[in-house]
């Protein structure tokens, strides 16, 4: 465990389904970050929601739906997906507005299959 | 615009010493990460450089040249459970988001 748990680990889902990824953190954290990993290609920043508020959207695709109840809790909603959206989604989580050695702490991530 | 290079792998032999090395273009520089991730796995943290020099930890080092644009991860005494991919990351301003590299892929032999 890594202080940022992900569920599912595991997704496959057809291009007409609905679904959501769920993250959770308890480290005291006040922002949440959704990163999409494809093989041999950097992170790519989906979301990121800072107390709460989204403050970043990396033009995502509407089919893409983040939504943030709370400082702990961060969702994915997918829905009506494209077989090139298959990839590993990444949750992170780290403090906002201070610099020095506070980087991210990721969850297990989702492995997402489009079929 | 902002622009992160690392190797896309790497082949060392168990036992042996591997640099891993990363240069940044950014339009500013708040602190260098690198982190490694296993196959399937999160990424987790390794090492954090913000002035210039080396920064060691066991058997990871991580150096830091600002005014190149340069680090490198030095890992020693390899171990096949080193085999992951190594992340390099520039946090480019006082915000908190990081831009990342593509990773290297680091495979152990015996």
């Known amino acids: 465990e890594t202080g940022v748990t992900q569920t599912p680990r595991h997704l496959v889902m057809g291009m007409t389904n609905k679904k959501s990824l769920k993250c959770e953190q308890h480290l005291g954290h006040n922002a949440m970050y959704w990163y999409k990993q494809s093989a041999k290609k950097p992170l790519e920043l989906m979301f990121v929601y800072s107390l709460e508020e989204r403050v970043e959207n990396n033009s995502v695709p509407s089919r893409f739906s983040p939504e943030c109840p709370n400082s702990s809790h961060l969702f994915l909603h997918l829905h009506t997906l494209q077989p090139e959206d298959s990839a590993l989604y990444l949750c992170?989580?780290?403090?906002?507005?201070?610099?020095?050695?506070?980087?991210?702490?990721f969850g297990s991530g989702t492995r997402l299959t489009v079929v | 615009g902002q622009n992160i290079d690392q190797p896309t792998e790497m082949t060392a032999t168990e036992g042996a010493i591997v640099q891993i090395n990363c240069t940044y273009q950014t339009s500013g520089f708040n602190g260098l990460f690198w982190y490694q991730q296993h196959a399937g796995e999160a990424p987790t943290f390794l090492s954090y450089?913000?002035l210039d020099g080396l920064e060691e930890k066991g058997r990871f080092s991580s150096f830091l040249s600002r005014s190149k644009g340069y680090s490198y991860l030095l890992l020693k005494e390899l171990q096949m459970k080193d085999s992951a991919s190594y992340l390099c990351a520039v946090r480019a301003d006082s915000n908190y988001q990081l831009i990342w590299g593509a990773g290297t892929k680091l495979i152990i032999k015996p």
């Open positions: 450089n913000v």
């Open positions: 992170a989580s780290s403090r906002r507005g201070v610099g020095g050695n506070y980087g991210y702490t």
